[in-house]
């Protein structure tokens, strides 16, 4: 029961590390006029890639609009 319990304690520190970066590259990039929305597919792509799948959101949100 208790690697159980660390793997979960893992998963939810990634998530909310995740969720605290987009939120504070939000507020950072706020006077440029670039928003990345905070949902379910952003934060567990930023959780389980890091930095460079945060790059990459950036670089489909520039591709896409």
């Given at each position: 029961?208790?690697?159980?319990?660390?793997?979960?304690?893992?998963?939810?520190?990634?998530?909310?590390?995740?969720?605290?970066?987009?939120?504070?590259?939000n507020v950072i990039l706020k006077n440029v006029g670039i928003f990345l929305p905070i949902n379910v597919m952003t934060i567990l792509i930023t959780s389980f890639l890091?930095?460079?799948?945060?790059?990459?959101l950036f670089a489909l949100l520039f591709i896409i609009h």
């Open positions: 029961m208790g690697d159980y319990m660390k793997k979960l304690g893992t998963i939810l520190k990634k998530v909310v590390f995740a969720f605290g970066i987009i939120y504070g590259v890091g930095v460079p799948g945060l790059l990459s």
